[in-house]
């Protein structure tokens, strides 16, 4: 069973530049989640996901981020118009569906850098 | 709001020493506690997990205790090895699905 997987694993952009990050959940997990861990910060936070929905989008920042978890396929972190300040590492987690421990697994991260 | 502590921030020892990784929290109002363990440039490896209604967890040497009434959980480790060192990361999931993380403790085992 592989674990959760994210591409690209390294980004780099330019301010202005697109960025679209990818995360396929663990095999049979539902539920899905994304946090970023700027430079010397702890991680935070920034959207959870279950397909087709997004249930709490409270960390995302209110411009240029977008995330989507469709029927088909893996999720989306969608960045627009990246600026330096978007540089950082971002995870995805995902847990399975319905009742239980709610463990979350994690990614190995896709790393922003922002030229 | 949920705010998560780890004390200290860094921490070094000498290989085969045990010793105790701290983590406190603001809400007693949790559902479960969970301890990742990060290598540089990597991702999260799960650890440990509690649920609320339980005390403690052990998996090997690593030994994870929580204390909700004190909002304070820690993280054990026993017979230290240089393999251990790592940034250790404490974080708690409440009424909501989200991870509320501490900044966590960077771990150095010196052979």
Redesign the interface.
Known sequence: NAGVMQNPRHLVRRRGQEARLRCSPMKGHS?V?W?RQLPE?????MV?LQKENI??E??MPKERFSAEFPKEGPSILRIQQVVRGDSAAY?C?S?PAGLG?????????T?LTVL | KQEVTQIPAALSVPEGENLVLNCSFTDSAIYNLQWFRQDPGKGLTSLLLIQSSQREQTSGRLNASLDKSSGRSTLYIAASQPGDSATYLCALQGGSEKLVFGKGTKLTVNP
């Open positions: 539920h989640y946090y910060e702890g991680l935070k936070f959870y249930i709490d409270s960390g995870f987690a847990s421990s709610r463990e979350q697994f994690f990614g190995p991260g790393r």
